[in-house]
């Protein structure tokens, strides 16, 4: 059982920056798939960002419209992922969830590939 816990989400102004984090339980943090989705009311559930374990190469991966804009990290050490968040628009307004998949990698991008997932923390930015 992995349990995670995302923070630093807010409220902030148009061309503003935030810092993601999630903190992860275990003892095999460094071991699984990380990703960040996002989904805005009335919306479906979007990929944000993922980045593989060391062992696949910690390889990190994004959409289109956050590429240049949003960096995804992790600290193993600590179990935690980030997501640093610069240049915000409004429509990044979305409660934004970080995910974890524990076993073999494959569609780092589609949401049944993780099997853990947070609560969220919502990110609001004003114009």
């Known amino acids: 059982q992995v349990q995670l816990v995302e923070s630093g989400g807010g409220l902030v102004q148009d061309g503003g920056s935030l810092r993601l984090s999630c903190a992860a339980s275990g003892r095999s943090f460094g071991t699984y798939t990380m990703g960040w989705f996002r989904q805005a009311p009335g919306k479906e559930r979007d990929f944000v960002a993922a980045i593989t374990a060391m062992r696949w190469g910690s390889n990190t991966y994004y959409v289109n419209f956050v590429k240049g804009r949003f960096t995804i990290s992790r600290d193993n050490a600590k179990n935690t992922l980030y997501l640093q968040m610069d240049s915000l628009k409004p429509e990044d307004t979305a409660v934004y969830y970080c995910?974890?998949?524990?076993?073999?990698?494959?569609?780092?991008?589609?949401?049944?590939?993780?099997?853990?997932w947070g609560q969220g923390t919502q990110v609001t930015v004003s114009s």
């Open positions: 995910a974890a998949n524990t076993g073999a990698p494959g569609n780092y991008a589609a949401p049944r590939m993780y099997n853990y």
